[in-house]
Protein backbone atom coordinates (compact mmCIF):
# COMPACT_ATOMS: atom_id res chain seq x y z
CA UNK A 1 0.00 0.00 0.00
CA UNK A 2 1.48 3.27 -1.34
CA UNK A 3 0.90 6.66 0.00
CA UNK A 4 0.48 10.11 -1.31
CA UNK A 5 1.14 13.28 0.59
CA UNK A 6 0.75 16.92 -0.07
CA UNK A 7 3.56 18.95 2.16
CA UNK A 8 2.64 22.24 4.05
CA UNK A 9 6.61 22.47 4.88
CA UNK A 10 7.24 20.04 7.51
CA UNK A 11 3.63 19.41 7.79
CA UNK A 12 1.57 16.71 5.79
CA UNK A 13 -2.06 15.97 4.42
CA UNK A 14 -1.77 12.22 3.75
CA UNK A 15 -3.87 9.09 2.48
CA UNK A 16 -3.58 5.37 1.74
CA UNK A 17 -3.78 4.54 -1.77
CA UNK A 18 -4.44 1.71 -3.83
CA UNK A 19 -3.38 3.48 -7.08
CA UNK A 20 -3.17 5.98 -9.93
CA UNK A 21 -6.42 6.07 -11.98
CA UNK A 22 -5.34 8.98 -14.25
CA UNK A 23 -2.43 11.32 -15.08
CA UNK A 24 -2.34 13.76 -17.51
CA UNK A 25 -1.33 17.66 -18.41
CA UNK A 26 -3.49 20.13 -19.57
CA UNK A 27 -2.31 23.31 -21.49
CA UNK A 28 -2.23 24.79 -17.92
CA UNK A 29 -1.47 22.12 -14.90
CA UNK A 30 -0.98 18.34 -14.42
CA UNK A 31 -4.05 16.34 -13.26
CA UNK A 32 -3.85 13.32 -11.19
CA UNK A 33 -6.89 11.00 -9.84
CA UNK A 34 -6.04 8.22 -7.40
CA UNK A 35 -8.03 5.80 -5.62
CA UNK A 36 -7.71 5.98 -2.15
CA UNK A 37 -8.01 2.93 0.34
CA UNK A 38 -10.75 4.23 2.28
CA UNK A 39 -12.31 7.68 0.90
CA UNK A 40 -13.19 7.04 -2.60
CA UNK A 41 -11.37 9.04 -5.42
CA UNK A 42 -9.09 11.80 -5.33
CA UNK A 43 -8.18 14.86 -7.26
CA UNK A 44 -4.70 16.53 -6.99
CA UNK A 45 -3.89 19.64 -9.75
CA UNK A 46 -0.29 20.14 -9.83
CA UNK A 47 0.47 17.81 -6.47
CA UNK A 48 -2.33 20.08 -4.18
CA UNK A 49 -5.35 17.90 -3.10
CA UNK A 50 -8.49 19.33 -4.63
CA UNK A 51 -11.07 17.20 -3.30
CA UNK A 52 -11.54 13.23 -1.97
CA UNK A 53 -15.02 12.10 -2.93
CA UNK A 54 -16.47 11.14 0.58
CA UNK A 55 -15.68 14.07 1.97
CA UNK A 56 -15.57 16.85 -0.62
CA UNK A 57 -19.14 18.20 0.52
CA UNK A 58 -17.08 19.36 3.71
CA UNK A 59 -15.75 21.72 0.86
CA UNK A 60 -18.24 22.51 -0.98
CA UNK A 61 -20.85 22.81 1.42
CA UNK A 62 -19.01 25.54 3.04
CA UNK A 63 -18.02 27.40 -0.49
CA UNK A 64 -21.51 27.32 -1.21
CA UNK A 65 -24.60 27.88 1.05
CA UNK A 66 -23.28 30.74 3.67
CA UNK A 67 -23.15 33.31 1.00
CA UNK A 68 -26.28 31.59 -1.03
CA UNK A 69 -28.39 31.73 2.11
CA UNK A 70 -27.28 35.13 3.44
CA UNK A 71 -28.32 36.49 0.23
CA UNK A 72 -32.08 37.65 0.71
CA UNK A 73 -33.08 36.33 -3.10
CA UNK A 74 -30.10 34.73 -4.99
CA UNK A 75 -30.98 34.00 -8.76
CA UNK A 76 -28.10 34.87 -11.06
CA UNK A 77 -25.15 33.73 -9.36
CA UNK A 78 -21.67 32.67 -11.15
CA UNK A 79 -18.93 30.23 -10.33
CA UNK A 80 -15.42 31.26 -11.27
CA UNK A 81 -13.23 27.94 -11.40
CA UNK A 82 -14.56 24.95 -9.47
CA UNK A 83 -14.04 22.56 -12.85
CA UNK A 84 -14.98 19.25 -10.75
CA UNK A 85 -18.72 20.54 -10.54
CA UNK A 86 -19.24 19.98 -6.75
CA UNK A 87 -20.05 24.17 -6.12
CA UNK A 88 -22.30 23.82 -9.30
CA UNK A 89 -24.02 21.14 -8.06
CA UNK A 90 -24.56 22.94 -4.35
CA UNK A 91 -25.63 25.67 -6.18
CA UNK A 92 -28.38 24.08 -8.27
CA UNK A 93 -29.69 22.72 -5.51
CA UNK A 94 -31.36 26.20 -4.43
CA UNK A 95 -34.05 27.57 -6.34
CA UNK A 96 -31.88 30.16 -9.03
CA UNK A 97 -32.53 30.86 -12.18
CA UNK A 98 -29.05 30.49 -13.80
CA UNK A 99 -25.68 29.26 -13.36
CA UNK A 100 -22.94 30.53 -14.74
CA UNK A 101 -19.68 28.60 -14.65
CA UNK A 102 -16.31 29.95 -15.73
CA UNK A 103 -13.60 27.71 -15.82
CA UNK A 104 -10.47 27.79 -17.54
CA UNK A 105 -9.29 24.41 -18.13
CA UNK A 106 -11.82 22.06 -20.30
CA UNK A 107 -9.84 19.44 -19.24
CA UNK A 108 -10.39 19.32 -15.57
CA UNK A 109 -13.85 19.07 -16.37
CA UNK A 110 -13.56 16.37 -18.47
CA UNK A 111 -11.58 14.48 -16.45
CA UNK A 112 -13.48 14.57 -13.57
CA UNK A 113 -16.61 13.50 -15.43
CA UNK A 114 -15.04 10.32 -16.86
CA UNK A 115 -13.73 9.03 -13.55
CA UNK A 116 -15.56 10.52 -10.41
CA UNK A 117 -19.01 12.63 -11.78
CA UNK A 118 -19.35 14.44 -8.13
CA UNK A 119 -21.43 17.07 -10.18
CA UNK A 120 -24.54 14.50 -9.91
CA UNK A 121 -25.29 15.93 -13.43
CA UNK A 122 -25.00 19.34 -12.66
CA UNK A 123 -23.82 19.97 -16.35
CA UNK A 124 -26.86 18.64 -17.89
CA UNK A 125 -28.99 21.05 -16.07
CA UNK A 126 -31.07 23.77 -18.38
CA UNK A 127 -29.69 26.56 -15.72
CA UNK A 128 -26.10 25.86 -15.91
CA UNK A 129 -24.09 27.90 -18.97
CA UNK A 130 -20.75 26.72 -19.07
CA UNK A 131 -17.85 29.11 -20.03
CA UNK A 132 -14.41 27.54 -20.57
CA UNK A 133 -12.54 30.61 -20.23
CA UNK A 134 -10.68 33.48 -18.28
CA UNK A 135 -12.69 34.33 -15.13
CA UNK A 136 -10.99 37.18 -14.14
CA UNK A 137 -11.61 38.64 -17.77
CA UNK A 138 -15.54 37.75 -17.36
CA UNK A 139 -16.14 39.49 -14.66
CA UNK A 140 -14.19 42.64 -16.27
CA UNK A 141 -16.44 42.58 -18.98
CA UNK A 142 -19.77 42.43 -16.32
CA UNK A 143 -21.66 45.02 -14.45
CA UNK A 144 -24.67 44.65 -11.86
CA UNK A 145 -25.31 40.96 -13.14
CA UNK A 146 -24.82 38.41 -10.28
CA UNK A 147 -26.13 38.20 -7.11
CA UNK A 148 -23.65 35.90 -5.52
CA UNK A 149 -19.96 35.25 -7.02
CA UNK A 150 -18.57 32.25 -5.89
CA UNK A 151 -14.81 31.70 -6.36
CA UNK A 152 -13.95 27.89 -6.71
CA UNK A 153 -9.94 28.83 -7.15
CA UNK A 154 -6.50 26.69 -6.42
CA UNK A 155 -5.00 28.14 -3.26
CA UNK A 156 -3.63 31.85 -3.43
CA UNK A 157 -0.33 31.17 -4.40
CA UNK A 158 1.83 31.19 -7.35
CA UNK A 159 -0.74 31.57 -11.29
CA UNK A 160 -4.41 31.94 -8.97
CA UNK A 161 -2.66 35.03 -7.06
CA UNK A 162 -4.53 37.49 -9.28
CA UNK A 163 -7.91 35.99 -8.49
CA UNK A 164 -6.89 37.08 -4.60
CA UNK A 165 -6.18 40.74 -5.13
CA UNK A 166 -8.01 43.97 -4.48
CA UNK A 167 -7.98 44.93 -8.25
CA UNK A 168 -10.10 41.26 -9.52
CA UNK A 169 -12.87 41.76 -6.24
CA UNK A 170 -13.35 45.17 -7.29
CA UNK A 171 -14.23 43.54 -10.71
CA UNK A 172 -16.24 41.34 -8.97
CA UNK A 173 -17.85 43.97 -6.61
CA UNK A 174 -18.68 45.64 -10.30
CA UNK A 175 -20.01 42.45 -11.86
CA UNK A 176 -22.42 42.52 -8.76
CA UNK A 177 -26.08 43.53 -7.96
CA UNK A 178 -26.70 45.91 -5.12
CA UNK A 179 -26.83 43.25 -2.00
CA UNK A 180 -24.73 41.09 -3.98
CA UNK A 181 -22.24 38.72 -1.94
CA UNK A 182 -18.68 37.13 -3.57
CA UNK A 183 -17.26 34.02 -1.36
CA UNK A 184 -13.43 32.92 -1.93
CA UNK A 185 -11.77 30.20 -0.38
CA UNK A 186 -8.32 31.67 0.79
CA UNK A 187 -6.05 28.66 2.52
CA UNK A 188 -5.46 27.10 5.97
CA UNK A 189 -5.63 29.30 8.78
CA UNK A 190 -1.84 28.06 10.03
CA UNK A 191 0.09 27.39 7.12
CA UNK A 192 -1.41 30.41 4.78
CA UNK A 193 -2.05 32.63 7.12
CA UNK A 194 0.07 35.52 5.04
CA UNK A 195 -2.15 34.61 2.08
CA UNK A 196 -5.35 34.69 3.85
CA UNK A 197 -4.74 37.82 5.55
CA UNK A 198 -3.87 39.48 2.12
CA UNK A 199 -7.23 38.23 0.73
CA UNK A 200 -9.29 39.14 3.75
CA UNK A 201 -7.90 42.91 3.42
CA UNK A 202 -8.04 42.90 -0.46
CA UNK A 203 -11.52 41.96 0.32
CA UNK A 204 -12.45 44.72 2.94
CA UNK A 205 -10.88 47.47 0.88
CA UNK A 206 -13.45 46.40 -2.13
CA UNK A 207 -16.24 46.03 -0.94
CA UNK A 208 -18.85 47.66 2.23
CA UNK A 209 -17.70 45.25 4.48
CA UNK A 210 -16.35 41.69 4.43
CA UNK A 211 -15.84 38.48 6.44
CA UNK A 212 -13.45 35.84 7.14
CA UNK A 213 -14.37 32.28 8.62
CA UNK A 214 -13.25 28.86 8.63
CA UNK A 215 -14.21 24.93 8.47
CA UNK A 216 -12.31 22.01 8.80
CA UNK A 217 -12.29 20.54 5.18
CA UNK A 218 -10.59 16.92 4.91
CA UNK A 219 -8.28 16.53 2.43
CA UNK A 220 -6.87 20.78 3.42
CA UNK A 221 -4.77 22.09 6.24
CA UNK A 222 -7.23 22.54 8.88
CA UNK A 223 -8.97 24.77 10.04
CA UNK A 224 -9.63 26.02 5.90
CA UNK A 225 -10.70 29.06 5.71
CA UNK A 226 -12.95 31.48 3.42
CA UNK A 227 -13.29 34.83 2.04
CA UNK A 228 -16.85 36.88 1.72
CA UNK A 229 -17.64 40.39 0.25
CA UNK A 230 -20.47 42.60 0.66
CA UNK A 231 -22.09 44.99 -1.54
CA UNK A 232 -24.65 47.01 -0.31
CA UNK A 233 -27.05 46.19 3.08
CA UNK A 234 -26.68 42.66 3.58
CA UNK A 235 -26.42 41.10 7.21
CA UNK A 236 -23.90 38.17 7.05
CA UNK A 237 -24.72 36.81 10.38
CA UNK A 238 -28.15 36.33 9.16
CA UNK A 239 -29.17 33.49 7.16
CA UNK A 240 -32.10 31.98 5.72
CA UNK A 241 -32.12 29.10 7.76
CA UNK A 242 -35.75 27.95 6.19
CA UNK A 243 -34.36 27.75 2.86
CA UNK A 244 -31.48 25.71 3.27
CA UNK A 245 -31.18 22.31 1.27
CA UNK A 246 -30.71 18.82 2.67
CA UNK A 247 -27.03 19.08 4.04
CA UNK A 248 -24.43 17.29 5.55
CA UNK A 249 -22.21 19.44 7.26
CA UNK A 250 -23.38 23.17 7.09
CA UNK A 251 -26.38 24.68 8.45
CA UNK A 252 -27.49 27.96 10.24
CA UNK A 253 -26.54 26.58 13.78
CA UNK A 254 -22.98 26.37 12.53
CA UNK A 255 -23.01 29.59 10.32
CA UNK A 256 -22.19 31.72 13.30
CA UNK A 257 -19.59 29.33 14.90
CA UNK A 258 -17.50 29.47 11.98
CA UNK A 259 -16.98 33.22 12.16
CA UNK A 260 -15.30 32.42 15.28
CA UNK A 261 -11.46 32.85 14.70
CA UNK A 262 -8.33 32.30 16.61
CA UNK A 263 -7.74 35.16 18.98
CA UNK A 264 -4.38 35.77 16.90
CA UNK A 265 -6.12 35.88 13.74
CA UNK A 266 -8.90 38.29 14.72
CA UNK A 267 -6.06 40.54 15.53
CA UNK A 268 -4.50 40.58 12.48
CA UNK A 269 -7.43 40.95 10.57
CA UNK A 270 -8.86 43.85 12.47
CA UNK A 271 -4.73 45.31 11.30
CA UNK A 272 -5.35 44.10 7.25
Not at 189 to 195: N, P
Request: aromatic share 12%; glycine share 8%.
Amino acid sequence: MSEFTEWYGDYGVSFRIKGKVFEGRSEFQRIEIYETERSGKMLVLDGAIQFVEAWERTYHEILVHPAMLAHPNPKNVLIIGGGDGGALREVLRHPIDKATMVEIDRMVIDTVREHVPIDEGAFEDTRTELIIGDGIEHVKSRKNEYDVIIIDSTDPVGPAVSLFSEEFYGYCRDALKDDGIVITQAGGSYFHTKEFLSAYGNMKRAFVSAYGFAFPVIGYSPPWNFVVGLKGDVDFERVRAEDSPDTKYYDAKRHMHMLYMPRYLREEMERA
